[in-house]
């Protein structure tokens, strides 16, 4: 029986911008699996120390991927200010993941890393914008699935 491949989707942005809520929609909607990076580091424990500067634990990203691997074998800026403050984020770290918005850091990031034509910046600020992104990615799913399948 051959096994039907599934896509791999990887949703990056600066905490606050909705990352989670859109993973856990599209993994309902599509039937995909969802992974949340910070839930997997946690219950494998996979930290290579501690920031004080940043008050959170520095991710091992070698043994992350490497646990993902096993498992796949197997904005607005006043927005996200807000969203970032009621998490309870404050000084240094709080200015800096708004920089990084700003900066588009991790957008570039991926570009760097990835086919530029697998990397999309969707504007993720409204309910409206969750909708469309949703729509958009279960489309890129679908037609991803119909081309390797």
């Given at each position: 029986?051959?096994?039907?491949?599934?896509?791999?989707?990887?949703?990056?942005?600066?905490?606050?911008?909705?990352?989670?809520?859109?993973?856990k929609?599209?993994?309902?909607?599509?039937g995909?699996?969802?992974?949340?990076?910070?839930?997997?580091?946690?219950?494998?424990?996979?930290y290579?120390?501690?920031d004080q500067?940043?008050?959170?634990?520095?991710?091992?990203?070698?043994?992350?991927?490497d646990?993902?691997?096993e498992?796949?074998?197997?904005g607005d800026?006043t927005?996200?200010?807000?969203?970032?403050?009621?998490?309870g984020?404050?000084?240094?770290?709080?200015?800096?993941?708004?920089?990084?918005?700003?900066f588009?850091?991790?957008?570039?990031?991926?570009?760097e890393?990835y086919?530029?034509?697998?990397?999309?910046?969707?504007?993720?600020?409204?309910?409206?914008?969750?909708?469309?992104?949703?729509?958009?990615?279960?489309q890129?799913?679908?037609q991803?699935?119909?081309?390797?399948?």
């Amino acid at each position: 029986m051959k096994m039907r491949r599934q896509p791999n989707i990887l949703l990056t942005g600066t905490p606050g911008v909705g990352k989670t809520t859109l993973g856990k929609e599209l993994a309902q909607r599509t039937g995909l699996a969802y992974v949340n990076i910070g839930d997997l580091a946690q219950e494998g424990d996979l930290y290579d120390g501690y920031d004080q500067e940043y008050q959170c634990p520095i991710l091992d990203e070698d043994r992350v991927v490497d646990e993902l691997d096993e498992k796949m074998s197997r904005g607005d800026n006043t927005q996200l200010y807000t969203r970032l403050e009621s998490r309870g984020y404050t000084g240094k770290k709080l200015q800096d993941n708004v920089q990084c918005e700003i900066f588009q850091t991790i957008y570039e990031e991926a570009i760097e890393s990835y086919k530029e034509e697998l990397v999309h910046q969707l504007p993720s600020n409204t309910p409206e914008d969750l909708e469309r992104n949703l729509e958009q990615i279960g489309q890129w799913a679908q037609q991803w699935i119909k081309d390797h399948n």
